[in-house]
């Protein structure tokens, strides 16, 4: 890991503990001080303080690497999760609280402000995330066709660009694209950033291949990693067992020893 990135961690790192202490500890205080705009940018509400943690760290990694653009990614990232979460939110009714439900509007309407702004500042940005960005959220096809050329080079070799590049080769080329996610897994750096839509498109290209015990090793992949996962309802496994007579307990042995290779980032990606 070279300097600038060990830096970044421990901005981040750091600002998250300021943070984790949010609304009233000290190092929050202090972190407020220093960032007004922290805490005075969403009027406080009960719901959402996780997505508004998110968004806090996102904004004192933009602050601190104001010439960064995965930052500003980050930013847009941080702003949708909180948008999402506070539309939920707003829908609730409160009967003898009204003021709370127009709070939480008037966040609502300031996140998805925000979320336009930087979405506007972006648009000339060369970076692979924001590119990404861009083409999937205002289908911008220039923004796709610099991606796309940048297929091969050293910006794209993350574990998040990979994913990023299989979205668009999914329906294009599946035996590409299978590629491009298990090489994904292969580049992860911390086991905090698995992305579980990885392993659910494992075992989606895997069943339309008929490859009815790779398709169920994912499935299980998907299960051990997140049980609650909502692909997982109605007995999907048990199911898929049955319809396919598999031999769950050698299946269900070489999904734990997989996920336990990508966990402690060890995965290799297979040849084929």
């Known amino acids: 890991m070279d300097l600038p990135m060990i830096i970044r961690y421990l901005v981040v790192f750091t600002a998250f503990l300021y943070l984790s202490a949010c609304d009233s500890g000290p190092n929050f205080a202090a972190l407020c001080k220093e960032n007004p705009e922290i805490c005075e940018e969403f009027t406080e509400d009960s719901w959402c303080k996780r997505e508004r943690i998110a968004v806090g760290i996102a904004n004192v990694e933009a602050k601190l690497s104001p010439n960064n653009d995965l930052p500003k990614f980050n930013q847009l990232i941080a702003y949708e ?10 829908k609730i009714e409160h009967i003898k609280l009204k ?12 996140a998805r402000a925000r979320i336009e702004e930087l979405t506007q500042s972006t648009k000339g940005s060369e970076h692979p995330r924001l590119l990404y960005y861009h083409w999937t959220r205002e289908l911008d096809e220039q923004a796709l066709e610099k991606f796309l050329a940048l297929e091969g080079t050293k910006a794209l070799e993350t574990s998040e660009s990979q994913y990023e590049l299989a979205t668009y080769y999914i329906k294009r080329d599946p035996t590409k694209t299978l590629q491009l996610l298990f090489r994904s897994l292969e580049l992860l750096e911390d086991s905090t950033d698995i992305n579980d839509e990885v392993f659910k498109s494992l075992s989606s290209i895997f069943a339309k291949k008929n490859k009815a015990k790779q398709a169920y090793i994912w499935l299980k992949v998907l299960s051990l990693y997140d049980p609650e996962d909502p692909v997982l309802n109605h007995n999907a496994l048990e199911n898929y067992i049955a319809t396919h007579d598999l031999d769950y307990e050698f299946l269900d042995q070489v999904a734990e020893a997989t996920l336990n290779k990508i966990e402690s980032l060890q995965f290799i990606a297979p040849k084929f």
Request: net charge positive.
């Open 81 to 90: 999760g909180y948008e999402k979460c506070i539309s939920h939110a707003a």
């Open 99 to 110: 003021e709370k439900k127009t709070r939480r509007i008037n966040n609502m309407i300031l």
